[in-house]
């Protein structure tokens, strides 16, 4: 009950990780720039994220632009864009594949079939949270990088926006939930093996027939 009850936590947990890993790749916040200028009436807040560039006014206009252009993007950004389309797909997969394998549904099949089924899940939502941790991590330390150098004009310098926080957040997320299912999936076959089951011998009654057919003989 309790494995059952953790596997559930654990879903929970990945559920978010995968909501939160869609709604980071979406956002065009990955880091923004806020241009106040000599007055608060022109205040301009430029965002950039994986797929588009965003502009907001302070008069209340708001206006977007896609990047189409796929071999113009600094090699970080086409990175972060394969690794974190890759970790939907497998958080995805690993819902699917755990809502199968745990002990708290009826599908699956028999208790090894839905143990493998969960532990394959785990190790999808670990590489969903790996993929989803390495461009985080990448796009963080490259606006840091700009930040930090003086020969970029204070204009053109960004902060990380609040996609960055939620793909590092979902990807926390993603890693717990497929750890608990990969050693929830463990904690069974480790007991079968330190405790085999016993195999009942009975020496005495073979013993007892054959003594009891000699008897015969000799009679």
């Excluded at 790749?25 to 205040?43: E, H, R």
């Excluded at 970029?152 to 717990?176: D, M, Q, R």
């Excluded at 020496?203 to 007892?208: D, F, I, L, V």
């Amino acid at each position: 009950m309790a494995s059952a009850s953790l596997q559930f936590f654990a879903f929970i947990l990945a559920l978010f990780g995968v909501f939160g890993d869609i709604t980071a790749t979406l956002l065009p916040n990955w880091k923004v720039n806020a241009d106040v200028g000599s007055n608060i009436i022109t205040a301009i807040t430029q965002m950039q994220g994986l797929w588009m560039d965003c502009t907001w006014y302070s008069t209340g206009m708001f206006s977007c632009t896609l990047k189409y252009s796929v071999l113009s993007l600094p090699v970080y950004i086409q990175a972060a864009r394969t690794t974190m389309v890759l970790s939907c797909i497998l958080s995805a997969f690993g819902i699917c594949i755990t809502t199968v394998g745990m002990k708290c549904t009826k599908l699956g099949g028999d208790t090894d079939s839905k143990s493998h089924a969960c532990f394959a899940g785990g190790v999808c939502f670990i590489l969903a949270g790996i993929f989803g941790l390495v461009p985080t991590s990448w796009y963080t330390r490259e606006i840091i990088a700009n930040f930090l150098d003086q020969t970029i004009p204070e204009s053109s310098k960004h902060e990380p926006g609040g996609a960055v926080y939620t793909g590092f957040i979902s990807a926390g997320f993603l890693l717990i939930a497929g750890v608990i299912f990969c050693t929830s999936c463990f904690k069974k076959q480790q007991g079968a093996w330190i405790y085999p089951p016993k195999q009942h011998h009975f020496p005495s009654t073979e013993q007892e027939s054959d003594a009891g057919y000699n008897l015969k003989d000799y009679v």
